[in-house]
Each structure stands twice: as C-alpha cells, then as structure tokens.
C-alpha cells in the first residue's frame, strides 16, 4: 500500500479558502478526498481518476471544490473556497482501483488533517 501524508488544514472563518495537499510515497491510481465530522460517518468529497481527466462531487461542494493531481510531484490537492461551516471535519485523502466516492473502494487512507470553520 502506499503511504499517504495530508497537510493544508486550519481554521478560518466562513467565507475563506483553503488548499489541502496529500503527498504519496509511489505511484497512485484514482484518489480521493473524504471529509469527517463528529459522531457523523466519513463522507465522499471530490475524486479524480487516475489521469486527472475525470472529477466528480458530491453536492454539498461542487461550485467550491476542485480536486486536482500532479502525478510527477505524487501530490493529490483539495481547492477549497467559500467555506462554510458546515465543511468543518477531518479531511483525509484515499487511494485505490476505483474512481468512485464510496469509502469501500479504497485501499490506503492518511491519517487526516483537520478543517474548521467558524461562523
């Protein structure tokens, strides 16, 4: 598996932007972002196929998200802006065989970094 390393997170206040990055140790195949929120199960955010020619969204965040990949630099990133605080939650990257939102279909996870945003 390979081994996945989240930074970019911080607080700010509603409104404001963020760019979260997620630094693999080898080649990946599709990747994807899933964020957390207290006593709430892990949510599906944005995911990019391996080439980075296919995205998709969940709701909540198209129009303010954008996922992006530089395969040669092995980095996965999160544009995140007009944030609400509803978007506060651990933020973790995934790797695996699927382009898909479906936690199940990854393989290697990060440890996270967390997001908060205040009203």
């Known amino acids: 598996q390979v081994r996945l390393v989240e930074s970019g997170g911080g607080s700010v206040q509603a409104g404001g932007s963020l760019r979260l990055s997620c630094d693999a140790s080898g080649d990946t195949a599709s990747m994807a972002w899933f964020r957390q929120a207290p006593g709430k199960e892990r949510e599906g955010v944005a995911c990019i196929s391996i080439g980075g020619t296919r995205t998709n969204y969940a709701d909540s965040v198209k129009g303010r998200f954008t996922i992006s990949r530089d395969n040669a630099k092995k980095t996965l990133y999160l544009h995140m802006n007009n944030l609400k605080p509803e978007d506060t939650g651990m933020y973790y990257c995934?790797?695996?065989?699927?382009?898909?939102?479906?936690?199940?279909?990854?393989?290697?996870w990060g440890q996270g970094t967390q997001v908060t945003v205040s009203s």
């Open positions: 995934a790797e695996g065989g699927f382009w898909s939102l479906l936690p199940q279909d990854y393989a290697s």
